[in-house]
């Protein structure tokens, strides 16, 4: 199992940055396909961003591809999420999930969820 815990959020102005972190207890962190999911008021939950094991793949919604990044640091157990250029659209509560799966955007193969942390973009 894996625990996962999110910290970097807050309010922003838009066109500003945050970055997003995300600390994984465990000692198989490197086995796992990491990835971050959002949920804005009143909309479903959307996949933004997910990481293979090495980190050579990244997949990306196409609405954040080419403002957000996602990267892994398997020595820190950590993965992060680097938010530029920032929209009020963006605001949301993101997830920092994980899978022993293979890489996915279908947020039900991701058996391990955070609690979620707020991200506030505002006009």
């Known amino acids: 199992q894996v625990q996962l815990v999110e910290s970097g959020g807050g309010l922003v102005q838009a066109g500003g940055s945050l970055r997003l972190s995300c600390a994984a207890s465990?000692?198989?962190?490197?086995?796992?396909?990491l990835g971050w999911f959002r949920q804005a008021p009143g909309k479903e939950r959307e996949f933004v961003a997910a990481i293979t094991r090495s980190g050579v793949i990244r997949n990306y919604a196409d609405s954040v591809k080419g403002r957000f990044t996602i990267s892994r640091d398997n020595a820190k157990n950590t993965v992060y999420l680097q938010m530029n250029s920032l929209k009020p659209e963006d605001t949301a509560v993101y997830y920092c999930?994980?899978?022993?799966?293979?890489?996915?955007?279908?947020?039900?193969?991701?058996?391990?969820w955070g609690q979620g942390t707020q991200v506030t973009v505002s006009s």
């Open positions: 465990g000692r198989t962190f490197s086995s796992y396909v």
């Open positions: 999930v994980a899978t022993s799966q293979l890489t996915t955007t279908a947020q039900g193969e991701y058996a391990y």
